[in-house]
C-alpha cells in the first residue's frame, strides 16, 4: 500500500517538474501529434453520432417513437418496426446472460481461487482465446453443428421438463430458434465477463482471503463471504459490458436465429434481434426508407451501447473500483 | 481443514473420530459442491473452444488441398476453387486498418500516460472516449461508413472497410499501449531525465522501444481481431466477384464475408469451401493469438526485470 503511494508521489512530483521544465519544439511538436490524435478520435465519435441520427432521421420524422413497439416490418408496404427485433433482441440477450452469468463467474472463481498454478497459465488464456473466434465462424458452426444437436436433443428435453412454462414450446422443423442464438451469444460473452471477473478477484489482498481461512471459512465460505462481496460492483460493471455485448453481435446471431417476421412465444421458434435485422436487410435493401428504418434500428443500438458502457463506468466508479476497468 | 468433532456441552472426548461431522461436515460438502462447480465451469469453456475447433478442423480439413490458397473461388459459384483473392483482400484491408489504427491508438496512449498527470480532465475524457468507441456494436460502424464513404462513392470498397476495421481496432490497440507503458519503469524516464533529455527524444528513444514488445503484442491482437471481424466489411465491402483485385478503392474479395454469404447461401455445394476458409482464417487468428502471448509474456519479464 505504502510503495505504491510512495511510488504516485514521485510520479506526481515528477510531472509537476515535468510541467515546469521548458518544453523544447520536439516536446510541443509530439504533444500536438498526441493531442491531435486524441481529438481525431473524439470527431470520429461524433461523426458516428451524427451520421446514424442524420441516416435515421427520416425514419424518425415518419415513425417517430412508435416505431419502437410497432411490429410491422414490411417493406413492400413501407411499414417499418422494431417491435420483433426489440423483443428478440431482449430475450436473446436475457437467455445469453442467465446462462453466462453463473457460468463466468464459476469459471473466474475457479481461475482465481482454486486452480493450481500450471493449470491456471492454460486454461485462462483459453477461455480468452473463445472470444477470439470469430463471430461468422461462431455462427457458421452454429448453424451447421449446434442448430441441429440442440433440436434434437436439447429441445426436446426442455419440452417435455419445463414446457408449462410456454417459453419451451415443441421443437419446430430446424433448431435455428431464439433458443440457439442465447446459446451462441453465451459462447461470446462468457470469455469476455470470466477474464475481467478473473482479473478482479485476483486483486482481492491475500490478507482478507487468508483471514477469513484462519477463522475457519472454508473454501466456499471465503468466496461468499469475502471475495464476491469486495468485487460485487465490478462483477456488476463486467457483467454490464458482457451485456452490451450481446445486445449488438449481429453476424453470428443472424446466422441461427432464423429472422421471423413476427414475436413467437416459444424460444424454439424462430426470432429475429436487431443486429441480425440490420445485417440481413442492409444487403438488399428495397426503398430508401428501409435504409432510414435500418439506421434507425442502429440508433437504438447505438444508445444501448453507449449505455451499457456508462452504467459499467457508473458502477464502477460508484464503489471506487479502478482495478480492471 | 478437518477438526475433531465434538458435541455442544460434552466433555472432551479423546476418542472420538478425527473426520468432520454435524455442521462443519455440512460446510465442508458445500464447499466441496461448490469446488467441482467452479471446475465443471471451466471445463466447459474449455471443451467449446476445443469443440469449435475440431468442427472446424474436421469439416475444413477436406477442402484444403493443394492449390486452395494460391486459386480464386470459380466465377459462378459451387465447388472447387479456391480462397487467394479473399485472403489477399483481408490481407490489404486489415494490414491497411493497421496503418490506420497504431499510430493514432499509440499517440492517445503516450498522451494518456506520459503526457497528462493522473488527474487529467483530457486524459479522463480521452478513456471515456475510448471505452465507448469500444463499445458500439460493430454492425453499426460499418452503418456510419456506409454513411460516410459507400453511399457518396456509390461503391464497396476495401477502403471503407479499412476505415471501419481502424475504428474497430483504436480503442483495442490504445488500451493495450497504455497497459504497457504504465509497466516502463519511471526509473528509466528520470535517468533519461537526469542526463538532460528533451521529453519528446527520451518518450521516443527510452520509453517506446522499452514497451515495443508490449505495443506489437497489442497491435497483433487487434489485427487478429479485425481479421475476423464480418459486420463491418458486410455494409462496407461485400459486392465483391471472385477474382483477385489489388484495388483498395473498389470492391475488395475478403474472407469473412466469403463464409458467411456461402453459409448464408443454403447452398451445401457451397460449404466446403466456406469450411477451408473458416479453418484457415481460424488457425491463423489463434496462432496469432498464441504468438502474442508468448510475445507479451516475454517482453513483460524483461519489464520487471
Not at chain 1, 515535468?18 to 486524441?38: H, M, N, P, Y
Not at chain 1, 440442440?150 to 412454462?165: A, K, N, R
Not at chain 1, 419451451?168 to 471477473?197: D, E, K, N, R, Y
Not at chain 2, 527520451?202 to 508490449?214: D, E, F, M, N
Request: contains cysteine.
Amino acid at each position: 500500500m505504502s510503495a505504491s503511494a510512495a511510488r504516485k508521489n514521485r510520479v506526481k512530483a515528477f510531472i509537476a517538474d515535468r510541467r515546469a521544465t521548458e518544453r523544447s519544439r520536439g516536446d510541443q511538436i509530439l504533444r500536438a501529434l498526441c493531442i491531435g490524435a486524441g481529438l481525431l478520435a473524439a470527431a470520429v465519435l461524433v461523426e458516428i453520432a451524427y451520421q446514424i441520427i442524420s441516416g435515421a432521421a427520416p425514419a424518425i420524422s415518419k415513425f417517430g417513437l412508435g416505431f419502437l413497439w410497432h411490429s410491422e416490418w414490411a417493406p413492400n408496404l413501407n411499414e417499418f418496426g422494431a417491435g420483433v427485433p426489440l423483443y428478440g433482441t431482449a430475450v436473446t440477450s436475457v437467455l445469453a446472460m442467465l446462462i453466462a452469468v453463473p457460468l463466468s463467474l464459476a469459471i473466474a472463481l475457479y481461475l482465481a481461487m482454486l486452480a493450481p498454478g500450471p493449470v491456471r497459465a492454460a486454461v485462462g488464456p483459453l477461455v480468452e482465446m473463445l472470444a477470439a473466434i470469430p463471430s461468422v465462424i461462431l455462427g457458421f458452426w452454429g448453424l451447421i453443428y449446434l442448430a441441429p444437436y440442440v433440436h434434437t436433443h436439447v429441445e426436446p428435453f426442455l419440452h417435455d421438463t419445463l414446457g408449462f412454462l410456454g417459453i419451451f414450446g415443441a421443437p419446430q422443423t430446424t433448431g435455428l430458434s431464439t433458443f440457439t442464438a442465447g446459446l451462441i451469444l453465451t459462447v461470446m460473452i462468457v470469455p469476455i465477463i470470466a477474464s475481467l471477473s478473473r482479473d478482479l478477484f485476483l486483486t482481492v489482498p491475500r490478507e482478507l482471503t487468508e483471514g477469513a481461512e484462519a477463522l475457519g471459512a472454508t473454501r466456499w465460505e471465503v468466496i461468499r463471504g469475502v471475495v464476491l462481496p469486495s468485487t460485487i460492483s465490478g462483477v456488476a460493471a463486467a457483467t454490464t459490458l458482457g451485456l452490451g455485448r450481446a445486445l449488438g453481435e449481429s453476424i453470428a446471431v443472424l446466422s441461427v436465429i432464423g429472422t421471423a417476421a413476427q414475436i413467437h412465444k416459444s424460444v424454439f421458434e424462430t426470432g429475429n434481434t436487431m443486429a441480425a435485422r440490420i445485417a440481413n436487410d442492409i444487403q438488399y435493401p428495397v426503398s430508401k426508407l428501409q435504409v432510414h428504418s435500418i439506421f434507425y434500428l442502429a440508433l437504438i443500438l447505438l444508445v444501448f451501447g453507449i449505455a451499457t458502457n456508462l452504467l459499467a463506468r457508473a458502477v464502477a466508479r460508484r464503489y471506487d473500483i479502478h482495478r480492471a476497468f | 481443514m478437518t477438526s475433531i468433532a465434538r458435541s455442544e456441552g460434552l466433555p472432551y472426548d479423546p476418542t472420538a473420530p478425527l473426520s468432520p461431522s454435524g455442521n462443519l461436515r455440512r460446510r465442508l460438502i458445500v464447499s466441496r459442491i461448490a469446488q467441482v462447480t467452479a471446475i465443471a465451469a471451466a471445463f466447459i469453456a474449455v471443451a467449446a473452444l476445443a469443440l469449435v475447433t475440431f468442427d472446424v478442423i474436421k469439416a475444413g480439413a477436406s477442402a484444403l488441398r493443394i492449390g486452395f490458397l494460391i486459386h480464386d473461388p470459380p466465377q459462378f459459384g459451387g465447388t472447387g476453387g479456391g480462397i487467394r483473392s479473399d485472403i489477399v483482400g483481408t490481407a490489404i484491408i486489415v494490414a491497411m486498418a493497421g496503418v490506420m489504427a497504431v499510430p493514432v491508438a499509440v499517440l492517445i496512449a503516450i498522451y494518456m500516460s506520459e503526457f497528462a498527470g493522473p488527474k487529467s480532465r483530457i486524459a479522463n475524457a480521452l478513456r471515456l472516449g475510448l471505452d465507448l468507441m469500444q463499445g458500439i456494436p460493430s454492425i453499426v460502424i460499418g452503418l456510419f461508413v456506409l454513411g460516410l464513404i459507400v453511399q457518396p462513392l456509390h461503391k464497396d470498397s476495401g477502403f471503407a472497410g479499412s476505415v471501419a476495421l481502424a475504428i474497430i481496432m483504436v480503442p483495442l490497440v490504445a488500451r493495450s499501449t497504455q497497459e504497457v507503458l504504465r509497466l516502463v519503469p519511471l526509473s528509466l524516464r528520470e535517468a533519461s531525465d537526469a542526463l538532460g533529455v528533451d521529453r519528446w527524444r527520451s518518450i521516443l528513444r527510452v520509453t517506446l522501444p522499452a514497451a515495443l514488445g508490449g505495443i506489437i503484442t497489442g497491435s497483433i491482437l487487434a489485427v487478429a481481431r479485425a481479421a475476423g471481424e464480418t459486420a463491418p466489411l458486410l455494409v462496407a465491402d461485400s459486392t465483391f466477384g471472385p477474382h483477385l483485385t489489388f484495388n483498395w478503392f473498389g470492391p475488395m474479395p475478403n474472407v469473412p464475408v466469403s463464409i458467411l454469404i456461402a453459409s448464408d447461401s443454403l447452398n451445401p455445394a457451397a460449404f466446403p469451401r466456406a469450411w477451408g476458409a473458416a479453418l484457415v482464417l481460424l488457425a491463423l487468428i489463434l496462432l496469432a493469438n498464441i504468438g502474442a502471448r508468448l510475445l507479451y509474456a516475454r517482453s513483460r519479464r524483461k519489464l520487471a526485470g
